[in-house]
């Protein structure tokens, strides 16, 4: 009998053999699919005097081959480079357009000033005039369309951060499920579901495409399933879900929550990494914050610099001063909100600086001007450089020589702006105190009350804030995007372009000599500086040559109770206006906020007149001050120019750009290999299949033969019996 | 190794798809001539790229405002030079005022003749530009800058005006270089209003046209001193226009001096021009040479690439079973 026995054993081995091969051969293409293999022993052998006998074989079980710690390997890539290759996808995006010689800042940013140049030329031109704001419209509205697709861009994430948050709910029911077929499964013939388990960990491979995920396998063999650092998604046959709900501290944009029952919490975002969610986040949080950032800083300082210069000038209706002079740009306010979960209802308004602080002496210092209270600031813009006020600008003056040895330099000077491109968070720390912190390094300024924290932030950051109304809790905090909005609301004044003449092209001020002056004395005017205060027509400032004095010099009318500071190549002195000046040829004198020279050989009772600019028409010193904003350093604190801060844009979205696809490419390579490495091992090769469909054929052949040989054995028998 | 059958047929696809790609790159560069199409491409290059375009735009517009400057300071040169003729023909007509034969008729003519020459004066005092405004009223542009003052010459000075002065001294400028503001009008204060005169008094270049015409209208009889006084005055008035002279002189050496720096400039400027646009276009421009030298290596790696496959997914064990 033993001999039909053991035929059978082969003859059944041989069989799964064969099914195997087949199933192996379908399943050649399936995405997922591990080759399986027949797991064969011999049976225990009978103990006979003789010695053991075999028994034929057995089948043990039918297993994938499958290496846990390479598929890993391939998820631990594939979620990386799926992370890369969102961020990529995303940032070219912006990288193509910002670039774009026709779609980019630049020409537009060039129309501008070219248009600035020919009005600077021909000051009393209407057509000139009204060239410059149709550059001006056509700026404002280059920097709106690309705010406008950087806020599609904005948009495009909310709307893939939800889909991809669906993919993963998605994906985790399904592992539930599976989880749930596989415990029934395995339980009830206590063998492994090869091709469960293999769907199992494609879905795990998919999830790990649009999150990365870590498993642990638990002992009734389901799979339980964390994102984050442990957040639960999977457990058992039980599957968590993700929702895209509204940032607590941003709610326009969306980010992802876990819910859990019935709570839902938000998950910081940095805690999510890899597959095509991180790469969203990422991207979001790194290179789209930062370039929408810098395109408003940019604006923001263009406008902010722009009207301060404009806001010292005369228009062509005879307009002067800063309360008088239309604003050149409409400017929007620092973006600020209040973080959802606040306990209190106090209110935060922000404020740019305005006007911002002038650059003197080659940037080593700034003079910043509180249109409120007419108070003067400088500052020495080295670090731990000092700082001194007063309303008296020329007393000012000989201050600063005092404590710093060195003489401001009122001949030139421009416009720049401190804001920066990051976003800030205010958190109240109690008492009337807050803290704000910088998020781009997370330095922070503070506690402090707000008067405080905004002689700190006004010079340092370029804006002030304010709480006018409410009452904050601790720990209750509020986002301020100073530069976020900003290139989506920059606008060209409509006072000025209704009213083109309304462009302060002049400077209310004009240094002349009249006709009976006998010497070759000359007056050179040089510049004025917010809060200078132009003589009004018919008052002029009036210096008077007495070569009697000793030393000769002038004296003054019409500067009653201002101070006169003169600066020549060793010192700043200051006078009082009853005071008879010394004359030093080519020194700067200071009076009232504006600077100007007094050269050549002036003669007993010449005079020179600082007189208003009346009829002014010609006259286009304003426009080419605004037309050398265009290559001085106006922002950064005074280091860079526009056109520099926005090659600085585009190269660090360049080199992002570039960094990602660079890392992409190699963990594309990377999981290339691993790919590599478990197809070695677990695909299928059909010329293998091939061979082993032979040698499992012939197995059965020859097991059939057994059965036969077995078979006529007893035919022998039974003959001889008969 | 094992490889498996799947892996043959991905690799290979994942192989082509390079090499396509990488053609696709090259034929865009080469239909672009462009090197760096995207700033991922050289982001150093890119910034650069825009700010040296700045650059080149700005200097533009500096050669833009050079010629402006140049065509007013022209134009100023042209009047001025008007100026120096009539006070030139009007000092030979003085002289010839003091040819003691002359009657008291052909003064009167000279008179009528140096009467001409001063309202042509006023003219070119009140020379227009091309928009229209005046160039020698300083920034009160539209301001008619010389008019007759009404007075009666008792004789004409600065504090009895033949002639008054409604300009300003505003000089207007350009930027016809980085650090180079220009002024392009020069003063009419400066040119014909400040004439000092040996009593220590000024006089405008009008006033001293008008004083001698005042002399040359002055019947001989009615000079107190008889020749001698009438000798004195015409001397003085000589005087007066060789110092109306001189100083116009002086100021067409300053608008002389300005049109000469502003040729430098432009010498300067253009071949900025040409350095500007030579570093961009090493900054971002493709060198055909080597793309198209790629673009062959590229496309023999393709055909390369298909051809193998083909070969390599005809083989099967099946085929012999």
Redesign the interface.
Known sequence: MSFMSIGVTALNAAQLGLLTTEHNIANASTVGYNRQRVGQSANTPLATGSGFVGQGTQVDSIRRVYNEFIASQVNQSQTTTSELGAYYDQVTLIDNMLADPNAGLSPALQDFFRGVQTVAASPASAPARQALVSSAEALVTRFQSIDNRLSELYESVDGQVASTVGGINSLATQIAEINQRIVVAEAAIAQPSNDLRDQRDQLVAELNTLVRVSTVSESDGSLSVFIGNGQQLVIGTRANSLVAIPSYADPERMTVGLTNGNTTQQIPEAIITGGSLAGLLRFRSESLDQATNALGQISASIALTFNAQHDLGQDLLGNVGAANIADFFAVSSPKVISHQLNQGNGEITATFVSPPPMRLNDGAFSLSFNTATGTYTVNQLASGGGTWNGNDLSALMDTVETATGQRLDMSEGNFFTQLTGSDYRLTFAGGANYTLTRLSDNTSFGPADLATLNSQIGASEGFTLSAPAGTPQLNDSFLIQPTREFARNIDVNTLITSDPRRIATALPVLAEAPSTNLGSGRIAFESLVPGAVPPATGSPVSFTFDAAAVPPGFTVTGAAGSSIAVTTNSTTTVFASTATIPYTPDALITVNGMSFRFSGAPQQGDRFLLSANVNGIADGRNALALGQLQTQQTMEGATTSFQSAYGQLVSDVGNKTREVRVTRDAQQKLLEQAQAAREAQSGVNLDEEAANLLKFQQAYQAAARIMDVGNRLFDELLSIAR | ???????IFENAT?NMNRNQTDLFRLQNQISTGRRVL???????A???A??T??SQ??NK?FL??QG?AKVQLTMAETTLDGVTNVIQYVRERAVQLGNGALGDDQRLAIATDLQQKFDELVALANAQNG?G?YLF???????RPFSLAGNAATPYN??NPSVS?NG???E????VE?SR?MGV?VSG?DVF??L?NDS?V?E?LFDVFQNLIGIAQRPAASWPGGGAEFGQNLATSLSQLDRGLDNVLRVRATVGARLAELDSLETVATDLDVQFAERVSNLQDLDYAQAISDLTRKQVQLQAAQRSFVTISGL???NF?
């Open positions: 190794m094992r490889v498996s059958t799947a892996q994942l995207a700033p991922e491409d050289d982001p150093v890119s910034a650069q825009l700010v375009t700045q735009q700005v517009q833009e405002n402006n928009e405004l009223s300083g920034f009160k542009g539209g301001t600065v504090t002065f300003d001294g505003g207007r400028v350009l930027q980085a503001q009008t204060d209003m400040r000092r220590g000024n405008s099967s064990l099946f079973l």
